[in-house]
């Protein structure tokens, strides 16, 4: 399985990006997808998940800015940023679980992206 994010960026306090993961495998398929993120010097951490219930969990500094989803028939995850603070800079990891259903919810996923690099500043 191979994942590939896109869409990171620079942007202004306040502002919006929508980042995209793409799969070469039938997302459709997976136990759950997720999106994790790594700023320098912190460990990393979960922003949020999406289950193949499609249940969505969400880290509380994110609830009500971001939006998780995927569009199966195009293998995508999708992360849709609203309202980004300085505290939202770090590098963005997607991340899918298609062998462990429990690997959902200890953070220990199997297959991950190279990642997508966000910096919001003024």
């Known amino acids: 399985v191979q994942l590939g994010e896109s869409g990171g960026g620079s942007v202004q306090p306040g502002g919006s990006l929508t980042l995209s993961c793409v799969a070469n495998t039938l997302i459709a398929n997976s136990y759950c997808m997720g999106w994790f993120r790594q700023a320098p010097g912190k460990e990393r951490e979960v922003v949020a998940r999406?289950?193949?219930?499609?249940?969505?969990i969400y880290a509380d500094s994110v609830k009500g800015r971001f939006i998780i989803s995927q569009e199966n028939r195009k293998n995508t995850l999708y992360l849709k940023m609203n309202d980004l603070k300085s505290e939202d800079t770090a590098m963005y990891y997607c991340?899918?679980?298609?062998?462990?259903?429990?690997?959902?919810?200890?953070?220990?996923?199997?297959?991950w992206g190279h990642g997508t690099q966000v910096t919001v500043s003024s």
């Open positions: 999406l289950q193949n219930d499609r249940t969505t």
């Open positions: 991340a899918a679980e298609f062998g462990d259903y429990d690997h959902c919810f200890d953070g220990n996923f199997m297959h």
